[in-house]
Nanobody, 115 residues
């Protein structure tokens, strides 16, 4: 079994920051990519950020330099630093692990941005 534990969501005002954490079960878990997707009510789930084992990253077009994903190989975890949050960032953020073409998902953590 693969289990993804997510932390760090919450309610913030526009312009503030949050840091999300996602830890995969087990030690030294193999994966093709890990990262974050988000989904707002009525919308499709969309890419936020992913990282692959060699450290290469990719981001959704909306990020525009505001977010940064990083990796801790010892803890088998990824982190998403989100700065300059705005109301359009409000969504449930899901941790994702892809291994051999199969996606595993966390339970989701709510991020709400308001004034």
């Amino acid at each position: 079994q693969v289990q993804l534990a997510e932390f760090g969501g919450g309610l913030v005002q526009a312009g503030e920051s949050l840091r999300l954490s996602c830890s995969a079960s087990g030690t030294r878990f193999s994966f093709d990519a890990m990262g974050w997707y988000r989904q707002a009510p009525g919308n499709q789930r969309e890419l936020v950020a992913t990282i692959i084992p060699n450290g290469l990253t990719r981001y959704g077009d909306f990020v525009q330099g505001r977010f940064s994903i990083s990796r801790d190989k010892v803890k088998n975890a990824v982190y998403l630093q989100m700065d300059s949050l705005n109301a359009e960032d409000t969504a449930v953020y899901y941790c994702n692990l892809r291994f051999r073409g199969h996606d595993y998902w966390g339970q989701g953590t709510q991020v709400t941005v308001s004034s």
